[in-house]
């Protein structure tokens, strides 16, 4: 108890001297008091601290908030900030005990980053005409158009020549103390570049602004008259309000979710948290104090600082209120361009570049967010900014679920016929589906890749279903990758007496690259490669040549055969595991070689490799890595003499596999398997058990992958994968009894 209370002492005054200068800075750059800003971090600090859901955010007054105080004044006057404020602070306290709070978090990161960014623009302008002594303009654009004209004067004429070297100095000292190592970080950076300016304009005596507190107590502390109070009755007040409470709301829950990823102890109760954030603002604006929220800096600063609860927290917010009682007269000797280079780096900072990368990692249209809501925050008012974005993230998420893109190309050598859905396939898009799969030629191989799809309705999955049989029909061949999109959906099984059964679910399904499919459709090829490894590569290139996209395999082709010159796979009890990433790849796929005769490795340490399982796919490391290791475990379980025992590519496949994944039964009259007789693959909901799905057919010695209407003949040998319970279930019922087979 007593060394966690010595952590939370430390952290503290740390917190203190982090916080100090952004409560004077942040308070002068809204136009009020210093003294304001100070009193609003006390009763951040010791009320909101105290009630703080998570306990390791600290809040205070927030340059966030800046633009929303400047647009409520500049709309409403300095006497209704109080009234909006406390509005503010019962809404947060109303939603927290709703129970909503964390409906907040779900705000796009795109809008929210945006948001942000446009404040710290703003931020950033009107801060730098301070520190060049100069008046901030009524609004960001005009601020950011002045600032050439700013900088030209104080470089041409030397008009706030002065302010500007502190300004300058402010930033550089914060700049360089954050290259220092952390070590020497304990005594945070904008405090020594205020202490650095204060210094020099003790030595120097600069003709420029310093901190002015009031001679006369503590004028901030008066209470909301009635008249004050009675303004919230316009529409206009309250939407201000209402935008003050959504930004501090979303400021502060974005705060306490980074901070829970910054350390291993009790978690953030949101509707607390804002509970706390509310009672501290409806306190604030009782006093016509500036509004609080939770803070990033302050609060990554308490975690790093060792506190380990609620306690720093307050104790920072006791240390401010000593300060302002005991050692005020110490602000008169602060510069003011001090404290608004601070806020100057402060707005830079929050136009965060990492985030912007980012984002950029999810596409175009989430950059395209971020850049119309920083755009309009700074162009028209933090609000709009914040509606413009949510609706056009809102419209990004309607025409992600609505639309599909579906694209055609033929494989040259083999005159497969490719079609692949990417996206959500609806109602919305089935005209466009319709015409597509309708202006595919007749009677060819095609195959139908759904692999991309995120979600397919019934209207379209009906209409691909009706499509595979006519064309079948008609003399066409259709290959459909059903098993990852088939198990989604609910349809009604007529019993053998005629009745409509109760609408019955499907077995749901793993991942459509899942390993065990992988290896349940791998491709199998038997080689001679005992010249050297350059033919290998030529023949397993070959065994590709009907699965794998042209310009893909010839990346293949040019990636495995360095591979194969420099031997930089990996080799596992026997088997080579040689693995590729290629870009625009629709799909991972495995190749099973069987080498007849045994290859040396350039490692002479190295077993010789008498089998080799290749695996190639899209640039999805995740997934990726996930099937690696798992085709590593195997091959560690005597895969080697398991490939060269089989003698079938059904065999092949089955030795892939975990032998507690999967079963193989044949559908035989007489037998328990004859239930499977006749039924489509839809309609096996009612037979197998959840978890498990078909994933492959040996019909007549030829191996086929089933469609949604596939039915099930007598001789049918059938590959089930499945849960370990799935399997052990099926094991019981159709092998164990029936003595069939056997898994081996």
């Not at 931020?123 to 654009?141: E, H, N, R, T, W």
């Not at 306490?256 to 350390?263: E, K, S, V």
């Not at 419209?395 to 893109?405: K, Q």
């Not at 350059?534 to 055969?561: H, M």
Request: glycine content about 8%; overall charge negative.
């Amino acid at each position: 108890m007593n060394q966690n209370l010595a952590r939370n002492f430390l952290a503290s005054i740390v917190i203190f001297l982090v916080a100090l200068p952004l409560n004077l800075g942040i308070a002068l750059a809204s136009g009020v008091s210093p003294t304001v800003g100070l009193l609003s971090g006390i009763i951040a600090g010791i009320v909101v601290g105290a009630l703080a859901g998570c306990p390791l955010q600290v809040s205070g007054p927030a340059a966030g908030l800046i633009a929303v105080v400047w647009q409520i004044v500049d709309a409403h006057g300095l006497s209704m900030l109080g009234p909006v404020v406390m509005a503010a602070g019962i809404l947060q306290i109303c939603l927290g005990a709703s129970r909503l709070a964390p409906w907040f978090r779900a705000v796009a990161p795109s809008v929210i980053q945006g948001m942000l960014a446009g404040i710290g623009v703003l931020i950033f302008a009107s801060q730098f005409q301070v520190m060049l002594d100069q008046k901030p303009k009524v609004s960001g654009l005009a601020n950011l158009a002045a600032l050439p004209g700013a900088i030209w004067e104080v470089v041409s004429q030397g008009t706030g020549h002065p302010s500007a070297i502190i300004g300058a100095l402010t930033i550089g000292v914060i700049v360089a103390w954050s290259w220092l190592p952390k070590k020497y970080q304990v005594v945070p950076g904008s405090l020594m570049g205020v202490a650095a300016a204060v210094a020099a304009a003790l030595v120097f005596k600069p003709a420029i602004q310093y901190v002015n507190l009031p001679t006369d107590g503590l004028p901030e502390l008066t209470l909301l008259s009635w008249t004050q109070v009675s303004g919230l009755a316009s529409f206009s007040v309250l939407g201000s309000a209402l935008a003050l409470a959504f930004i501090a709301t979303a400021q502060t829950l974005l705060t306490a979710t980074a901070i829970d990823r910054m350390h291993d102890g009790e978690r953030t109760d949101y509707n607390r948290e804002i509970i706390a954030q509310g009672a501290g603002n409806s306190l604030c604006g009782l006093l016509g104090l500036l509004p609080v929220s939770g803070v990033i800096v302050r609060s990554a600063t308490n975690v790093e600082a060792g506190a380990t609860g609620r306690v720093s927290a307050v104790m920072h917010g006791v240390w401010v209120a000593l300060f302002l009682l005991f050692f005020s007269p110490l602000l008169s000797y602060v510069p003011l361009p001090a404290l608004a280079a601070v806020l100057v780096y402060t707005g830079y900072r929050l136009v965060n570049i990492k985030a912007i990368k980012e984002l950029r990692q999810f596409g175009t249209p989430e950059l395209a967010i971020y850049a119309i809501t920083l755009g309009t925050v700074v162009a028209v008012d933090l609000l709009t900014g914040i509606v413009v974005g949510f609706l056009f993230s809102a419209a990004r998420l309607i025409y992600s679920v609505t639309h599909c893109d579906i694209s055609t190309w033929e494989h040259s050598e083999s005159g497969v016929t490719v079609v692949e859905l990417r996206g959500s396939a609806t109602f919305f898009t089935l005209p466009n589906l319709a015409d597509k799969l309708a202006a595919v030629p007749a009677r060819r191989e095609v195959h139908l890749f759904l692999s991309g799809l995120n979600h397919i309705d019934h209207a379209c999955l009906e209409h691909i279903m009706g499509w595979e049989e006519l064309y079948i029909q008609q003399g066409g061949e259709v290959y459909v990758e059903w098993d990852h999109l088939i198990q989604r959906f609910r349809k009604p099984l007529t019993t053998e007496l005629g009745r409509t059964a109760d609408t019955v679910e499907l077995p749901s399904t793993r991942h459509h690259e899942s390993y065990d499919v992988l290896a349940s459709r791998a491709d199998v090829i038997e080689v001679d490669a005992s010249k050297d490894w350059s033919e290998l590569a030529d023949n397993i290139i070959a065994g590709l040549d009907q699965s794998i996209p042209p310009a893909q395999l010839a990346l293949i082709e040019t990636e495995l055969k360095a591979q194969f010159k420099e031997q930089t796979f990996p080799v596992v009890d026997k088997v080579a595991l040689p693995h590729l990433m290629v870009p625009g790849l629709p799909r991972h796929d495995m190749l099973a070689v069987k080498l007849k005769k045994p290859l040396t490795t350039l490692d002479p340490t190295s077993d010789l490799v008498e089998a080799m399982v290749l695996l190639v796919g899209p640039k999805e490391f995740t997934e990726h890595l996930d099937i690696l290791t798992r085709l590593s475990h195997r091959a560690e379980e005597r895969l080697a003499e398991d490939l060269r025992d089989a003698d079938s590519e059904m065999a092949v496949r089955e030795a892939l596999l975990r032998h507690d994944r999967y079963v193989t039964v044949t559908i035989e009259k007489g037998k328990p398997t004859e239930e499977l007789a006749g039924k489509a693959l839809w309609q096996l909901g009612s037979v197998l058990p959840p978890g498990c799905l078909v994933s492959q057919i040996d019909r007549d010695g030829t191996n086929m992958i089933p469609s949604g209407n596939t039915r099930f003949q007598m001789g049918d040998r059938v590959l089930i994968l499945g849960s370990s319970q799935g399997t052990a279930i099926l094991f019981d019922r159709y092998i164990k009894e029936a003595r069939l087979t056997a898994v081996s």
